[in-house]
């Protein structure tokens, strides 16, 4: 199931050329930089319970905040992430 789920995000990604069976990666909407997801670090971080949890349906347009896009060119990583926050709230 892990590796399906896996499958469907890569799927989403446009480009993905560095990827292999160790790592996939994902690019930040709106910015100019992307995500590694290190596929065996991930297999070990998740946990298969013996219950189930109470899920929520998403209300439509409910939480979605409209982000602007931040120019990260020129910023470095502490800058990005104070922008972010800022625009977050």
């Known amino acids: 199931m892990l590796e399906n789920k896996l499958n469907v995000l890569t799927s989403l990604n446009i480009s993905c050329d560095s990827d292999d069976d160790s790592k996939t990666s994902f ?22 319970q013996d219950c189930q949890v109470v899920e929520k349906m998403a209300a439509p347009g409910g939480e979605k905040l409209d982000l602007p896009n931040i120019a990260s060119a020129g910023l470095s990583e502490n800058d990005f992430l104070e922008q972010a926050i800022k625009a977050i709230g």
């Open 27 to 48: 690019n930040l909407f709106g910015t100019n930089k992307s995500i590694v997801v290190d596929k065996a670090k991930l297999r070990e971080a998740i946990t298969i």
